[in-house]
């Protein structure tokens, strides 16, 4: 699907500005301007290609209006919000670049998701859109891989499920041929969700958790869910959203919502339900069952919150009529982008689940541990956790006694050692010093204790790391694999 420069002043209602090479051909080169096709939607000038549509979305650091000049290097098209006099001040220079088509618009995101909602037009695909505070991503790469067993399926690639990502990713919808798109919708402020709707427009949604996830900015985890379902805001009579049945606050939505709603879990209850549920130190499985229908799943990722996500792509390809065979055997070989596990060079276990983290996100790396099968010790490495607002030190202090308290089957303490890291972990240290069965210990950096891990870890231990992202403990796990 081929756009131009025309297309998108038409479409964004923007006003084109430029700067011709040679005053006495005005009217050819605006001719050949309009015509300028446009291949793909960048709004990092790191990452402009010949044909690419530039926006300029300032940033909280940054104004990539500054950048205009080296990106009419690159291409000649190029959406700017500020006018011709801001722009030339901000970018240090006397004249616009010459033959480059400026789409001025009032604010360049909003251009951007008209843009991305008019690609979203022309697909005549089913739209799954995946939302939720906790496993977001892997659900989405869960229901991608299981529908795609059965059927051609898009997906949203990487973290793209933003105000930004989302439209960028729709823009690519119409790149190869597919019956089914899948697309990860996240939210951090009011109103966010309803943006998102109108450029997604899903057939189905998904909801995975409501938990506290940017509770900084929605107030409570009632106004998270409020935000959450809003997913459904561009839905009409034939549309669907699936539930968390395992989530009271989800469960309770059931007979509250405009749309036809399911709910899974591991609730009896639920329209879905996994049953006969066996958690293994190299894999999971359960059955799958839906009226008369029961299959066998088998899972490389672990964990319950895992056998929910794989259980709600599985309703996803029911309800979709799809082989069910087949997208439980796609399961089997599904290793997701957030939690890798493998083995250290001295033979522990490291599960790497330390991409992001909230205290929901947290209480499920520790239940992995629990239902780890190991001869050695559980360890857990946990930091700080962003984005809680004023109640943080609580929800630290939450996790840690959710840690003290986490007990097996036999009644057995779970953790062995708990090491925490940061500022706001010191919460969780000293609530779970409570039981003095698990050794704690607290670090400020993580060179400290990526040393001390590397001192004390040994064959057959098993250790996890959990904490936000921007705490950077990939750099421990480099360190000590």
């Given at each position: 699907m081929k756009l131009t420069v025309n297309d998108i002043l038409g479409i964004t209602k923007g006003e084109l500005l430029y700067n011709p090479a040679d005053p006495e051909n005005v009217d050819r080169i605006k001719e050949v301007l309009l015509s300028y096709e446009i291949k793909d939607i960048q709004y990092d000038s790191r990452k402009v290609t010949e044909n690419s549509l530039f926006?300029?979305?300032?940033?909280?650091?940054?104004?990539?209006?500054?950048?205009?000049?080296?990106?009419?290097?690159?291409t000649k098209a190029v959406i700017v919000e500020k006018n011709e006099k801001d722009m030339l001040s901000i970018a240090g220079i006397s004249e616009l670049p010459q033959n480059c088509a400026f789409i001025k618009v009032n604010d360049s995101l909003e251009?951007?998701?008209?843009?991305?909602?008019?690609?979203?037009?022309?697909?005549?695909?089913?739209?799954?859109?995946?939302?939720?505070?906790?496993?977001?991503?892997?659900?989405?790469?869960?229901?991608?891989?299981?529908?795609?067993?059965?059927?051609?399926?898009?997906?949203?690639t990487g973290n793209m499920n933003?105000?930004?990502?989302?439209?960028?990713?729709?823009?690519?919808?119409?790149?190869?041929?597919?019956?089914?798109?899948?697309?990860?919708?996240?939210i951090s402020e009011p109103g966010g969700m309803d943006k998102l709707a109108r450029i997604v427009r899903p057939n189905i949604a998904v909801v995975t958790i409501i938990g506290q996830a940017h509770i900084e900015f929605l107030g409570s985890k009632e106004g998270i869910r409020k935000e959450k379902l809003r997913i459904t805001s561009q839905m009409d009579d034939s549309g669907v959203i699936f539930l968390n049945a395992d989530d009271p606050l989800l469960l309770e939505?059931?007979?509250?919502?405009?749309?036809?709603?399911?709910?899974?879990?591991?609730?009896?209850?639920?329209?879905?339900?996994?049953?006969?549920?066996?958690?293994?130190?190299?894999?999971?499985?359960?059955?799958?069952v839906h009226d008369d229908k029961r299959v066998a799943v088998k899972l490389s990722m672990l964990g319950k919150h895992n056998i929910l996500n794989s259980l709600v792509a599985m309703a996803v390809c029911d309800?979709?009529?799809?082989?069910?065979?087949?997208?439980?055997?796609?399961?089997?070989?599904?290793?997701?982008?957030?939690?890798?596990?493998?083995?250290?060079?001295?033979?522990?276990?490291?599960?790497?689940?330390?991409?992001?983290?909230?205290?929901?996100?947290?209480?499920?790396?520790?239940?992995?541990?629990?239902?780890?099968?190991?001869?050695?010790?559980?360890?857990?490495?946990?930091?700080?956790?962003?984005?809680?607002?004023?109640?943080?030190?609580?929800?630290?202090?939450?996790?840690?006694?959710?840690?003290?308290?986490?007990?097996?089957?036999?009644?057995?303490?779970?953790?062995?050692e708990l090491i925490t890291i940061g500022d706001n972990s010191t919460e969780i240290h000293k609530?779970?010093?409570?039981?003095?069965?698990?050794?704690?210990?607290?670090?400020?950096?993580?060179?400290?204790?990526?040393?001390?891990?590397?001192?004390?870890?040994k064959a057959d231990d098993v250790v996890t790391f959990k904490a936000s992202n921007g705490m950077k403990f990939w750099e421990i796990v480099d360190k000590i694999k």
């Open positions: 926006v300029a979305i300032p940033g909280e650091s940054v104004d990539p209006h500054k950048f205009i000049a080296s990106v009419a290097e690159k251009a951007l998701q008209a843009v991305g909602a008019y690609y979203r037009d022309f697909y005549e695909g089913t739209v799954v859109g995946v939302t939720g505070s906790v496993g977001k991503t892997t659900t989405r790469e869960m229901i991608t891989q299981t529908i795609a067993s059965n059927i051609p399926t898009f997906s949203t933003s105000q930004i990502g989302v439209p960028i990713t729709i823009s690519k919808i119409h790149d190869t041929p597919s019956k089914a798109a899948v697309i990860e919708m996240g939505m059931k007979d509250k919502i405009d749309v036809k709603t399911y709910t899974y879990g591991t609730n009896p209850e639920a329209d879905f339900v996994a049953e006969n549920i066996e958690y293994n130190s190299d894999h999971n499985s359960y059955t799958y309800y979709m009529g799809l082989d069910l065979d087949k997208a439980a055997k796609s399961l089997e070989d599904f290793h997701g982008l957030r939690q890798k596990t493998f083995k250290s060079d001295k033979g522990f276990t490291i599960i790497d689940d330390s991409y992001n983290a909230s205290p929901d996100s947290m209480k499920a790396a520790l239940n992995v541990l629990k239902d780890f099968k190991v001869n050695g010790r559980k360890i857990a490495v946990l930091g700080d956790m962003f984005e809680l607002g004023p109640d943080s030190p609580e929800y630290h202090k939450e996790v840690g006694a959710y840690a003290a308290d986490l007990k097996t089957d036999d009644g057995a303490t779970v953790l062995d609530a779970a010093s409570l039981n003095q069965d698990i050794k704690t210990s607290h670090f400020d950096n993580k060179e400290d204790a990526a040393e001390y891990l590397s001192s004390i870890l």
